[in-house]
Nanobody
Framework: QVQLVESGGGLVQPGGSLRLSCAASGTIFSIHAMGWYRQAPGKQRELVAL???????NYVDSVKGRFTISRDNAKNTVYLQMNNLKSEDTAVYFC???????????????WGQGTLVTVSS
């Protein structure tokens, strides 16, 4: 069993910063990628940022230059540093990881429980 535990959400004023963390634990053979998605009220879940084990990184255009994703492979942890936050960044942020739980298993998507980020004055 694999668990993803997120932390770091909260209320912040426009222009402020937050740092999200997500730690993966359990039966993990390898992690192919870790990332963050978000879902605002009434909208579909969207990819925010994704970092692959090889180092490649993808960002949605709306956060480029403001958000930075990073990963500590030794701790199976991914971070999302969010700067210059805007009201439109308000959403529930979900951690996601593509993980193999065994040497002969295929990769499986795992999700965290979500953490709320509210940007408001």
């Amino acid at each position: 069993q694999v668990q993803l535990v997120e932390s770091g959400g909260g209320l912040v004023q426009p222009g402020g910063s937050l740092r999200l963390s997500c730690a993966a634990s359990g039966t993990i053979f390898s992690i192919h990628a870790m990332g963050w998605y978000r879902q605002a009220p009434g909208k579909q879940r969207e990819l925010v940022a994704l970092i692959f084990t090889g180092g490649s990184i993808n960002y949605v255009d709306s956060v480029k230059g403001r958000f930075t994703i990073s990963r500590d492979n030794a701790k199976n942890t991914v971070y999302l540093q969010m700067n210059n936050l805007k009201s439109e960044d308000t959403a529930v942020y979900f951690c996601n990881a593509l993980i193999r739980v065994g040497v002969e298993t295929s990769e499986t998507n795992f999700w965290g429980q979500g953490t709320l980020v509210t940007v408001s004055s």
